[in-house]
């Protein structure tokens, strides 16, 4: 059976981001959700003030939320080796678009998420060591 640690580090590097990608826009909804019911952000009538179509921006942001969960659950799920260093690499961009165009509160819910993706993920090496 294919394992990921069998692979070089980065290749399982560039295939847990693509598995992010993947997840993140695919629960993109429901962090969207969570970002309006959480952040409450402002959201005018009229499309002056944005660049781009709301639908669009919302997809946007919800990845970047979905990042902020996937990656860390992931990368410390499945990676042995370097995790810290992946995980920085990785989270760097979508923390540096979150900090450009973002608000104090989407810092918070940057790390909330993070964290909880973390903590997911110790819970699930934690049950495996203890299931051997």
Same mark, same amino acid.
């Given at each position: ?52 179509? *709301?639908? =669009?921006?919302? @997809?946007?942001? #919800?990845?970047?939320?979905? $990042? &902020?969960?996937?990656?860390? !659950? ?19 961009? *979508?923390? =540096?678009?979150? @900090?450009?165009? #973002?608000?104090?509160?989407? $810092? &918070?819910?940057?790390?909330? !998420? ?19």
């Amino acid at each position: 059976m294919f394992k990921l640690k069998d692979l070089p580090l980065y290749k399982q590097a560039v295939r847990v981001y693509l598995i992010t990608s993947f997840l993140s826009f695919l629960f993109s909804p429901l962090f969207t959700k969570l970002y309006i019911f959480v952040i409450n952000p402002y959201i005018p009538t009229s499309s002056l003030f944005m660049p781009i179509p *709301p639908i =669009l921006e919302s @997809i946007i942001g #919800g990845t970047l939320e979905g $990042i &902020y969960f996937f990656l860390p !659950l992931l990368t410390f799920w499945l990676i042995k080796k370097y995790q810290w260093r992946i995980w920085f690499i990785g989270i760097s961009l *979508p923390l =540096l678009i979150d @900090i450009v165009s #973002g608000s104090r509160k989407d $810092i &918070y819910l940057a790390f909330g !998420l993070t964290v909880a993706g973390w903590l997911l993920a110790q819970m699930i090496l934690l049950f495996r060591r203890t299931g051997k």
